[in-house]
């Protein structure tokens, strides 16, 4: 789906021409069904620190697809709590269940 722009109204002309790359080259959405496959298995909301971690997957590239995978409807943010990973209070996420 890709509804989510990648970069910022005010960012450079590079910022734009590597968003339009990555999501040209397919692997905006490769990545996007990674992470959303792997959170879809998680049995409670969990932080892109702990999603990641448990995933064997960049935390980075965790915590800039959940956003994406929220504006396509695909995943929410719930509340926050103590990421497990960090330390630190974290907003958690769960897949969207869907009838069907």
């Keep these: 789906m890709n509804r989510a722009p990648l970069a910022a109204t005010a960012d450079p002309r590079t910022s734009h021409a590597a968003a339009s790359d990555y999501t040209a080259s397919g692997a905006r959405t490769s990545d996007k069904a990674r992470v959303l ?32 995978l929220k504006a396509d409807g695909l995943v929410e943010q719930c509340d926050d709590r103590v990421c497990a990973i960090g330390g630190k209070r974290a907003m958690t996420w769960r897949a969207v269940r869907r009838a069907g």
């Design 37 to 68: 496959a792997a959170l879809q298995l998680e049995p409670l909301y969990v932080t892109s620190a702990e999603l990641a971690a448990h995933n064997g997957m960049d935390r980075y590239l965790v915590s800039r697809r959940l956003p994406d």
